[in-house]
């Protein structure tokens, strides 16, 4: 694999600084648990993003800026619960990113059970 094209190349280098912004906030604001979990889900989703073969330049831009969202959003919390999408959010969703919803709150449920748990 060569380099990505031209047009990819600034935004996979601003996608590297929003990632490495993501993961210290992780490591500020969530529970071990959630964070092992949260730092696997978007070191794969920006793994998957950056090849240019699966997302031309405008839909990683609409990434990154969700992603910057959820910074911003999870930055404002005293205490990370996250956020419900809408109908209308999930209707862009395709199988597997409806399937890995599904997981990711699964697993997020159970880790918020085992939490509790051991607090009591």
């Not at 912004?21 to 071990?32: N, V």
């Not at 648990?33 to 405008?58: Q, V």
């Not at 911003?72 to 109908?87: T, W």
Request: with cysteine; hydrophobic share 35%; glycine share 6%.
């Amino acid at each position: 694999p060569g380099s990505p094209p031209a047009a990819m190349a600034l935004p996979l280098q601003q996608g590297a600084t929003v990632l490495r912004h993501l993961l210290r906030l992780h490591k500020e604001k969530l529970p071990p648990a959630m964070k092992g979990m949260g730092d696997a889900y978007l070191k794969k989703e920006f793994r998957l993003h950056r090849n240019p073969l699966k997302c031309t330049p405008d839909q990683y831009n609409v990434f990154l800026q969700k992603w910057i969202e959820y910074g911003d959003m999870i930055k404002a919390q005293e205490v990370v619960v996250g956020k419900h999408m809408s109908r209308d959010e999930k209707k862009f969703l395709d199988k597997e990113q409806k399937t890995q919803l599904r997981r990711l709150r699964d697993e997020t449920q159970g880790a918020v059970m085992s939490a509790a748990k051991m607090a009591t």
